[in-house]
């Protein structure tokens, strides 16, 4: 199970974090991927972290903003998220599979939580 939170309404140029709390398996055996989808757009990778050596991708357009991490400890992964626009507004998901930015990649899925990005 993952379970996605920290969304919420901010500022242009202002910052989130969101976590990605898994539960039922380790972080050992899936890299975690966060991807978001706005209203009549498709599902896009944003971001992911690889299981066995931590590496990290990102997609271009928040390169430089977002940074993914975790903390084996609480099974959790975050993606701190700076200097958002509006067009960061979506829903974000979190999901467990093989490491890339591919929807297809992965198998199981968060229920997502809200951004928006507004004045």
């Known amino acids: 199970q993952l379970v996605e939170s920290g969304g919420g309404l901010v500022q242009p140029g202002g910052s989130l974090r969101l976590s990605c709390e898994v539960s039922?398996?380790?972080?050992?055996?899936?890299?975690i991927g966060w991807f978001r989808q706005a209203p009549g757009k498709e599902r896009e990778g944003v971001s992911c972290?690889?299981?066995?050596?931590?590496?990290?991708y990102y997609k271009d357009s928040v390169k430089g903003r977002f940074t993914i991490s975790k903390d084996d400890a609480k099974n959790t992964v975050y993606l701190q998220m700076n200097s958002l626009k509006p067009e960061d507004t979506a829903v974000y998901y979190c999901?467990?599979?093989?490491?890339?930015?591919?929807?297809?990649?992965?198998?199981?899925w968060g229920q997502g939580t809200q951004v928006t990005v507004s004045s």
């Open positions: 972290i690889g299981n066995s050596d931590d590496s990290t």
């Open positions: 039922g398996f380790s972080l050992d055996y899936y890299a």
């Open positions: 999901a467990a599979g093989t490491l890339g930015l591919w929807v297809d990649n992965y198998e199981y």
